[in-house]
């Protein structure tokens, strides 16, 4: 027996009118996320602390905001932008490709054209930064070049999918703990969202070395087994593609210009797998990543270390 319908919450008509007294344009995405016209990233000052506030709660709400707009965003404008939330920092732990203007150590430059980008990066559901104790609070997309055949990103909300679970699925997965493959880092696979307050799943598919499992009735811990490693992570997997039917993932594709930014500890993302399609198939992609400054530890539950000496 499933539990409650899995639900992306609607957009708060106060926030949506505290973003319009701004002067900008709010409408909701469908399934989840919301669209942002009128509000300038390349402004010389933030915007006020309840504007930067209300759309935080929007991301955490709905996953994601996108800022559309006609003209270019440099990638000094970007990154700045990109410090608005969470930690108020950037946290930048990638490779920077020769193509990254300026070589700028902050940017990471993605593309279908190894001339351009970093390619083939994030085909499975991940949270950025999962190998920090602080996993970034918040990552942007500034779509550079978009391809002419498309090539987007899918977020899936990961309250909702907790919502999916069944009640027995639910009390099992809030019994574990992942570990991450290259630093050892422990997070909880279910956590309280810092701003929502739902409870929300949260797994590296890409990074994950092993789960611990703690005992329901005593104060003992194992090791999952291969096989039910698998297991979890195919289930994982199901339960963030079923989002695309039940009304919790989204396939979004961008236009050249759009700027998107993610609550990391809300929503899961991969890429489309038409965006790792050859340039001279799909057109050239070009897209810029930030990453933000975790605002607090995303600390594993039932006292276990945050890291583990895995070697």
């Known amino acids: 027996m499933k539990n409650q319908k899995p639900k992306v919450l609607d957009l708060d008509p106060i926030h949506r009118s505290t973003v319009e007294a701004f002067g900008a344009n709010l409408t909701p ?33 709905r996953g994601f905001v996108v800022f559309r707009s006609e003209h270019p965003l440099s990638p000094e404008h970007f990154l700045q ?12 732990t990638h490779g920077v490709h020769p193509a990254t203007p300026g070589g700028n150590p902050d940017i990471f430059r993605l593309s279908n ?16 930064g999962s190998f920090n104790a602080g996993t970034f609070s918040h990552a942007g997309y500034h779509m550079v070049r978009a391809a002419e055949k498309g090539g987007g990103t899918c977020f899936a ?9 069944t009640p027995e699925q639910q009390a099992y997965w809030s019994l574990l703990s992942s570990v ?3 630093s050892g880092v422990v997070h909880p696979l279910v956590h309280t969202h810092p701003l929502s307050k739902r409870s929300s799943v949260w797994l590296h598919l890409g990074m994950t070395g092993a ?21 979890l992570c195919h289930q994982y997997n199901d339960l963030l593609n079923a989002g695309f039917d039940d009304g919790y993932a989204i396939e979004f594709e961008y236009e050249t210009n759009d700027c998107a930014f993610i609550d990391n500890l809300a929503v899961a993302h991969r890429a489309a797998p038409q965006a790792h399609l050859p340039a001279k198939e799909q057109g050239l992609r070009i897209m810029h990543r930030s990453t933000t400054r975790a605002k607090e530890v995303l600390m594993p539950d039932f006292g276990l270390p945050i890291q583990l000496d895995i070697y």
């Open 211 to 231: 789960v611990i499992m703690k005992d329901p009735d005593e104060d003992l811990f194992r090791l999952l087994d291969e096989d039910e490693l698998r297991q």
């Open 81 to 92: 932008a990109s410090c608005w939330w969470g930690g108020k920092a950037l946290h930048s």
């Open 157 to 165: 909300h990961q309250a909702a999918a907790y919502d999916a679970l």
């Open 29 to 61: 995405l469908e399934p989840m996320g919301a669209l942002v016209q009128g509000l300038d990233l390349a402004a010389k000052m933030p915007p006020p602390t309840p504007i930067i506030e209300t759309l935080e709660h929007i991301m955490a709400n």
């Open 113 to 128: 054209d190894t001339r351009e980008g970093i390619l083939g990066v994030g085909p499975q559901w991940h949270n950025d």
């Open 180 to 182: 991450n493959a290259t």
